[in-house]
């Protein structure tokens, strides 16, 4: 007895998870439907255009929800999304099939029966949207007929309840709610206005995007993020304190020396703040990457392909026999304002310095430097350590230093005379 009890229990569950399912599929929004000449892609493209297959929020029901049991007033948050097909018609044409999904959230004083619910579209916003399509692929505006009407019939549902007792499923489709063709042209103006308000917004928009952007604001100006922030008359936490900064003030970058970055405070007025009390734009970073730079990468028409410790290649005097530092050059580019014959003697006098400054720490140290240009028409430039220093002190001219100077051909470092 207990078995069969429990048995029927089941059976009138399952009755009413089936009823509640045919009820769904009565409940299903009607497709409405619409064929248009263009292709499939050109039409999903102006779908997507039209942000068709996107949901958006319904701020009213009215208007859009056919009869429901339950009173409009007491739903909130409606939200409505497209279920759209495109199949194939006749002659080449395409039939967009839609219907929209409408739910929204129920708000009863018994909170046990609050809840989202799923409302039966009354057509409007499946035929606007037709409308705003056939619109767009036509740029015409269309007539919409005075009722809301679709030839094409409800589908049936996926599951086949017409066997199961005390289950009715019906294949009719909800009625449309027919609309006199005042209502129409009012919907229509209504919805051109909206449309032309937020063209206006639009338009509105993109002219403040454009005064923004052409406003004048230097690109060098660091801003201070902490506030009370000291300035110091020095790059050192023991020298004098200028002011402390208040946050968001801005100076302009001059450049930047382990840590400290050197500010413009007003006129001649200089100062030096930490780097980690300011925001760097990316004009200053990029600007401080390239003051990080050696010297000789400065020079993009050539690169250091190889550098060794060794004896003079060569039979002047100045050097010969002894040892020298060495770099070889590939050129990079056939420009001769990036590798010409008066560049050349630029980067020459660039590596020279280099080597200066690397033979304080090798052993054995080097009585020159010697510049290999690695190229048909290259050369090769060789200096004395003791004329180097000489020409970065001062004691030597640049031409004074070239004229004792290792240059070999001459014409590699001499640009052609017209």
Not at 31 to 48: D, F, G, N, W
Not at 389 to 401: E, H, N, Q
Request: with cysteine.
């Amino acid at each position: 007895m207990r078995k069969k009890f429990v048995h029927g229990v089941r059976f009138f569950c399952a009755l009413l998870f089936l009823g509640a399912l045919a009820a769904n599929s009565r409940a299903q929004a009607v497709p409405y439907a619409r064929s248009y000449t263009q292709p499939k892609a050109e039409i999903e493209q102006a779908l997507k255009d039209l942000q068709a297959y996107s949901g958006q929020k319904l701020p009213i029901l009215d208007g859009f929800v056919a009869p429901v049991g339950k009173p409009l007033d007491h739903y909130e948050r409606g939200f409505y999304q497209f279920a759209i097909e495109l199949v194939p018609g006749d002659g080449g044409a395409t039939i967009v099939r839609l219907s929209a999904k409408i739910t929204a959230w129920f708000v009863d004083r018994d909170v046990s029966k609050s809840g989202y619910d799923v409302l039966p579209s009354n057509g409007r916003l499946e035929l606007d949207l037709l409308d705003r399509l056939q619109e767009k692929l036509s740029g015409k505006p269309v007539d919409r007929p005075a009722t809301l009407e679709s030839s094409v019939q409800t589908p049936r549902p996926k599951l086949d309840l017409s066997g199961v007792p005390g289950v009715s499923v019906s294949s009719t489709p909800a009625p449309a709610i027919a609309k006199t063709p005042d209502e129409v042209a009012a919907l229509r103006t209504q919805r051109v206005m909206e449309e032309r308000h937020v063209q206006q917004l639009a338009t509105e928009l993109g002219n403040l995007k454009e005064i923004q952007h052409n406003q004048a604001h230097p690109q060098d100006l660091v801003s201070v993020t902490k506030s009370g922030a000291p300035v110091y008359i020095k790059p050192s936490e023991q020298s004098r304190v200028l002011f402390q900064t208040a946050v968001n003030d801005e100076f302009e970058y001059l450049d930047a020396d382990n840590g400290w970055i050197h500010i413009t405070i007003s006129g001649d007025s200089r100062g030096y703040i930490r780097q980690s009390a300011v925001l760097l734009p990316e004009f200053v970073v990029a600007k401080m990457a390239k003051e990080e730079q050696g010297p000789e990468e400065k020079f993009t028409g050539f690169r250091i392909e190889h550098e060794e410790m060794s004896n003079f290649p060569g039979d002047w005097p100045s050097l010969k026999g002894k040892t020298v530092k060495i770099y070889t050059v590939q050129p990079l580019s056939q420009n001769v304002k990036e590798s010409g014959p008066a560049v050349r003697l630029d980067y020459s006098l660039v590596l020279f310095e280099k080597g200066l400054k690397e033979s304080a720490s090798v052993t054995p140290v080097p009585e020159g430097v010697v510049v290999i240009f690695d190229a048909a028409d290259g050369g090769i430039a060789g200096a004395t350590l003791a004329d180097i220093r000489k020409l970065i002190s001062g004691a030597l001219t640049r031409d004074a230093f070239w004229s004792q100077s290792y240059l070999d051909p001459i014409d590699a470092f001499q640009p052609a005379t017209k």
